[in-house]
Structure formats: C-alpha cells, structure tokens
C-alpha cells in the first residue's frame, strides 16, 4: 500500500534536485504523490487529460528553464511514445519520467505492460533506472537529473510498487 | 480568407512574442509574415496547445502565442481540456480551421462534418473563445487576446492554400532551432535560461 511518508520522501528527492515543475496523470499508488505536488508551493503542478501532453507541457517549461518531471504509470509512457520521439528525443529536451511500473516483480497487475517497459525505454533511447528502495530516491532522482541534462534527453526513474 | 494573408495582417501585433507553430504550411506562412527566433517548430503534431501552456505556466508574465491548424488539434483535443482546467491567463491559441489535412495529403478532418472546435474550447471550459471568418474580425481577435487576460482561443476560418502554398522547404535544424528560441527568450526575459549538466550538479548538495 502506498503511504504519505514515502510520497514526501520521494517529493523531497525531487526538490532537492531543483524539480520545480511536474505535470502528472494519476494512479491508485501516485494518489499521494499527486495530492502532495498539488499541495506544494515550491513545484508548479500541471494535472494532465492524457500522458503525452506532458511531454509538450514539460518542454515549453524546460525552454523557459524549468526542471521539470512527468509521473504517470508506464501506461502512460506507451501512450507517449510518439512525443518522446518526435519532441523529448527530436529536440533534446531532459526531463524526469517518473514512471510506475505496474507488472514489475511480485506486481500483480498488468503483466504485459510490465514485460514491455524496459524493452519500450531501450528502444526509444531512455535510460532508465528502477528505484526498489525508498532510500535510494535522493540520491537516483538527483542522478537521474543530471543524466537527463548531460545526455539532453528524457531518463525514466521506474517507481515500483515497494517505495509508494 | 487566406491563412497566409490573416497571419500577414496580424504579425505586428505579435512584436517578440514567443510563438509555438504547428508543423507543415503554418510554419512556413508565419516565417515569411513574421521572420524570427522566437518561432518555435513544433515536431509532435498536436502538441501546441500543450507547449503553450507549459511555457505559459513557467512565464506567467508573458503572453505566449500557440498558431495551430484544425488537424493538429483535433489530434490532441485533451490539450484543450487542460487548457481549461487549467487557465493559464497568458495563453493565446489560434487555430486555422481549413477543413483539411492540408500539408497530409488535403484529406478532411472533421471540422468538415461534425466537429465545431470553437464550441468544443467553450465546452472544455475555455472562457475566451472567437470563431472568426474575416480578416478584420480576425485582427480585432487577436488584438483583445494580446490586451486582455485568458485563456483565449481563437479559430480563424480560412480556405485552403490552394496553388498559393508555400512550396519552400524549412531548412531550420530543430536543434539550432531550440537553442535560438532560448536565446531569443533570455533576451526577453533578461536573464538566463538555459542549464546544463554542470549548473544540475553543482546546485545539489
């Protein structure tokens, strides 16, 4: 079960890495995340109709010089694919996906979504790093930025179910 | 009317704002009305709508223009519901309602049957919406848009190029493009925008 101390854990990974600008569609485990990104003043929250939005909405913020992540579930990331092509990968834009990975191991839900997130990431070109330990969120999510920003793309952070 | 001759007539009132444009012959109509670095080619076919509102969040000062076409749209109509959740103030959308898929093979959409965008933007709860079929009324849009708070939505009723279609190639690398684009914003802004790796580093501690 997801819990609120972890969500804020994971927030504050975020702001000490200078995310300030999140655009999200939510899940059943992002819930708290999303009403914790709602509730902060420090990050501007944009709630999406549908996930490959936020690939546009998070490069017209990056140009304005805003670090930006978008969370939603690797759903979401299929539905993106075309705009991380066409516009993260195209232009070289870096942000953070902040992606849960539904059907991940000991995830009931969503076999084959789980079985193609990784191989879909490879293809696109995005490097991608699953996070099994909320302890570990500091440290990826500030790593995982600078990568973005050093290779001028998009790197995916894969939330499973356990650091929720 | 003509797109070609509405973004002629309206391109001074545009002055340096920066101005996200859909890909095909939008993009080659508003180089030649207004030449500039604050023109931004966008790749993903509907993505204006969502660029728009992310810089127009990041720059709520700012007005920031969107120039669309009905296909690009219609491809993410989602775009317009946010938009309206939303409401960033700053927002101006205007799309060039042809009827066609125009750069795609001049196929219809369906604004050519069943689909009235206008009503579509008022129904996603955009408050500031024009629907617009003379260059005059066009103008007069666009000139409340810049004066007056939105979200706006402007869809300019226009006939297909036609034989008058810019046959020009854009010769612009998208990557060049960007990096002129933030040039041309920092400028603007009189700061700087840009980070790279080093300055992400550097500021985590």
Known sequence: ?164 | MKRKEALAAVSILFESTPCFVTVGLTWLDWNTARPSDGNFHLKTLGSGSSVGLGMALALPHRKIAVLDGDGAVIMNANGLITVGRVQPKNLIHIVFDNKIYESSGCIPTASAYNLNIANFGRAAGIPHVRQVDKIDDFKTAVKDAFESDGPHLIVAQVEPSGEDANTSYSRLNEIEGKFKFMRHLERLEKRPLREDAVDIKLSIR
Do not use: W
Request: aromatic content about 4%; some cysteine; glycine content about 8%.
């Open chain 1, 1 to 164: 079960m997801a819990t609120v101390e972890n969500a804020g854990k994971i927030i504050r990974a975020l702001k000490r890495a200078g995310v300030n600008f999140v655009a999200s569609l939510p899940d059943a485990s992002l819930a708290y995340l999303v009403e914790g990104l709602d509730e902060d003043n420090d990050i501007v929250h944009v709630p999406l109709s549908r996930e490959e939005e936020g690939v546009g909405v998070c490069m017209g913020a990056n140009l304005a010089g805003k670090r930006c992540a978008l969370m939603m579930q690797n759903a979401g990331l299929l539905n993106s694919c075309n705009a991380l092509t066409t516009t993260a990968r195209q232009i070289e834009i870096p942000m953070l996906l902040l992606v849960l990975y539904a059907g991940a191991l000991n995830d009931m839900s969503f076999p084959m979504l789980g079985m193609v997130t990784e191989p879909v990431l490879d293809a696109l070109g995005i490097p991608h790093y699953v996070l099994n330990n909320i302890d570990d969120a500091p440290n990826v999510v500030a790593g995982a930025l600078v990568q973005a920003y050093n290779a001028q793309r998009p790197v995916a952070i894969l939330l499973t179910k356990s650091v929720l």
